[in-house]
């Protein structure tokens, strides 16, 4: 959903702990999810997407899950490293027939301890 | 994945004077890109839509006349922040897209004093 001002919400995790990083989606229609990372200071950068006809798909040390009943979304980093310290955000695709306008969502911060 | 350039990182100007940001795709066309704003622990909100060769299309409660879009070629979109005031102080971010997927600049950080 769209951002409405709140802080981040934080999940910390132990370095080597794998970490799972919830999103709730609004919109039924959408049929695109992407998930980013972002680094203090620089622009969002993309890890893992998933189409709606799908519910899982598996990267390099990621995993995203979607659940289009509740309308939720999971991204799943395995073996948790310091570098994965950043704010990961879901972003929705609505627009049909094609086009790239995405909506955000509240993004989390996720801080791996050592 | 697809190379998108964004310049100036920084910068820092005087209340009621312009800035102009520059988002480039470096290695695809892109007939449209994204410009997004970004406030400290807050998500991207889009701001508008940067059409090559038409105008903008911008987002409910976005300045059109504050916030100038041009996109003149298929590898360049500008955002000028006109008589900026500090509340436009923010992290201005672009986007290209290619195949679906969208990449982002690496963003700018205005101050406005």
């Known amino acids: 959903g769209e951002s409405v001002g709140l802080h981040l919400p934080t999940l910390s995790v132990q370095e080597g702990d794998n970490s799972i990083i919830n999103c709730a989606y609004s919109?039924?229609?959408?049929?695109?999810f992407i998930w980013y990372k972002q680094e203090s200071g620089k622009g969002p950068q993309f890890i893992i997407d998933i189409r709606s006809n799908m519910d899982k798909r598996q990267g390099q040390r990621v995993t995203v899950l979607l659940n289009k009943t509740v309308k939720h979304l999971s991204l799943q980093i395995a073996a948790t490293q310091p570098g994965d310290s950043a704010v990961y955000f879901c972003a929705e695709n609505r627009s049909r027939g094609g086009g790239n306008k995405l909506t955000f969502g509240t993004g989390t911060q996720l801080k791996v301890e050592l | 994945g697809a190379v998108v350039s964004q310049h100036p990182s920084w910068v820092i100007c005087k209340s009621g004077t312009s800035v102009k940001i520059e988002c480039r795709s470096l290695d695809f066309q892109a007939t449209t890109m994204f410009w997004y704003r970004q406030f400290p622990k807050q998500s991207l909100m889009l701001m508008a839509t940067s059409n090559e060769g038409s105008k903008a299309t911008y987002e409910q409660g976005v300045e059109k006349d504050k916030f100038l879009i041009n996109h003149a070629s298929l590898t360049l979109s500008t955002l000028t922040v006109t008589s900026a005031h500090p509340e436009d102080s923010s992290f201005y971010i672009c986007s290209a897209g290619q195949n679906e997927k969208l990449f982002f600049g690496s963003g700018t950080q205005l101050s406005v004093l």
């Open positions: 919109n039924s229609a959408s049929d695109y």
